[in-house]
């Protein structure tokens, strides 16, 4: 990508974000049938880390400079480590619908925290209407699992809680990445992504020597089917659509960005449709429906600005 982002690396970047980044809810269930949860996030950030800095560096990127270490550190560890251990740790409490619902809430957290973007934001009603629109729309993906599944979490106010923590956490971390973390960075360097998962793997890391993850798992028993995903979350999931996210956030407003918290559910139940028989309702469809709406009217009203 040249200096100025092209329409076409837009487009590629958020079908990675939107997409291939909303796929992989359903890799990742698939890998922890033989993975450990913290061991499954260690192995998967520290193989795409190592990776991304490799190729950073052959590409002549400066990737051992103090500043861009020590800003990225912080996107990594607020951003993958917690968001991703906040929602292994919630489903303890709630449902996963729920955790689903309340986890598209992030984009309606970074729209309320991107301060510099309030006069753009506010101003415009079809901004607004879009955001709480697709938030409705990933509720009706889940509505009938949310009544058929609360009375299996009697404690759900503690999952709510910490789901709401971990969302703020990832908002606070996405502004964070877009409006300091860049200084460290040019749009073209994506060596601040490759150091964000290296931190974050290495919090991994020691979560699963706290959890003994290392000996819950039989190496020799691991299926060739969590091997596989484990490889696709490396490649599709980290390598290019968090690298395509982080790249986004320089040249896009964020609470664009932010949409792909609604269109990933709707790429999570089409997968659960088609590969896991999961039933879609006509209340589900019509939750897809509005997402897509509301989508396109956030981005047709800041391509809007864009022009103008």
């Given at each position: ?205 020691i979560c699963a020597g706290l959890l ?97």
């Open positions: 990508m040249g200096t100025s982002a092209s329409k076409l690396g837009i487009v590629i970047a958020y079908f990675l974000i939107y997409v291939v980044w909303g796929s992989t809810y359903y890799f990742i269930g698939v890998a922890l049938k033989g993975f450990p949860t913290f061991l499954l996030g260690a192995l998967r950030f520290s193989l795409a880390g190592l990776i991304l800095l490799l190729v950073c560096r052959m590409r002549g990127e400066k990737v051992f400079r103090s500043s861009l270490i020590g800003s990225s550190a912080v996107s990594g560890i607020v951003l993958l480590f917690v968001d991703m251990a906040v929602i292994m740790l919630a489903q303890r409490y709630v449902s996963s619908s729920l955790v689903a619902i309340i986890a598209s809430s992030t984009a309606i957290w970074i729209m309320l925290f991107d301060v510099r973007m309030w006069k753009k934001t506010f101003r415009r009603l079809g901004i607004l209407s879009g955001m709480l629109l697709g938030f409705l729309g990933v509720a009706l993906l889940y509505i009938e699992q949310i009544f058929s599944e609360d009375a299996t979490h009697p404690h759900s106010e503690y999952g709510i809680l910490i789901l709401i923590g971990g969302c703020i956490s990832w908002a606070l971390g996405t502004l964070y990445a877009k409006y300091f973390s860049s200084k460290a960075e040019d749009v073209n360097c994506f060596a601040g992504s490759a150091w964000q998962m290296l931190f974050a793997s290495l919090a991994f890391w003994d993850d290392f000996r819950k798992v039989d190496w020799q028993a691991v299926p060739m089917s969590a091997w596989l995903s484990l490889i696709y979350l490396v490649i599709f999931g980290s390598l290019l659509a968090y690298s395509a996210y982080v790249w986004l956030l320089k040249v896009r407003p964020a609470t664009e960005v932010s949409t792909h918290a609604y269109v990933n559910p709707v790429v999570a139940v089409i997968l659960g449709a088609g590969f896991g028989g999961e039933h879609v309702t006509i209340v589900q469809l019509t939750g897809l429906a509005i997402i897509l709406i509301s989508v396109m009217l956030v981005n047709r009203k800041y391509k809007s600005d864009d022009n103008n």
